[in-house]
């Protein structure tokens, strides 16, 4: 059974940081490949960016030079930090996972794994 937990969502004013980890528990999680999306009211579930078992990285381009991802693996961990938060970054943020395969995962079908969500909402 694996099982995803975000944390660290909260209100922030525009232009301030905040870092989102998600720990996952189950085994190998070395060979997951995990991905953050959000949700704002009204809208559809999209990518914020995703991370290989190995590493490689994807960014939506709305996120490009102010988000980063990163994973530790001995601690079973994904982040996403944020910086420069802009109010239409509000959103519920979910952490979510899959066994990797070898190809990239971008959609919200390819992952197996999902958190319940965190809330992060930037006041302008």
């Known amino acids: 059974q694996v099982q995803l937990v975000e944390s660290g969502g909260g209100l922030v004013q525009a232009g301030a940081s905040l870092r989102l980890p998600c720990v996952v528990s189950?085994?190998?999680?070395?060979?997951?490949?995990m991905g953050w999306f959000r949700q704002a009211p009204g809208k559809e579930r999209e990518l914020v960016a995703a991370?290989?078992?190995?590493?490689?990285?994807k960014y939506a381009d709305y996120v490009k030079g102010r988000f980063t991802i990163s994973r530790d693996n001995a601690k079973k961990l994904v982040y996403l930090q944020m910086y420069s938060l802009k109010a239409e970054d509000t959103a519920v943020y979910y952490c979510?996972?899959?066994?990797?395969?070898?190809?990239?995962?971008?959609?919200?079908?390819?992952?197996?794994?999902w958190g319940q969500g965190t809330q992060v909402t930037v006041s302008s």
């Open positions: 979510a996972g899959r066994y990797y395969t070898g190809r990239d995962y971008y959609e919200e079908h390819d992952y197996d794994y």
């Open positions: 189950g085994p190998t999680f070395s060979n997951y490949a």
């Open positions: 991370i290989t078992s190995g590493g490689r990285i």
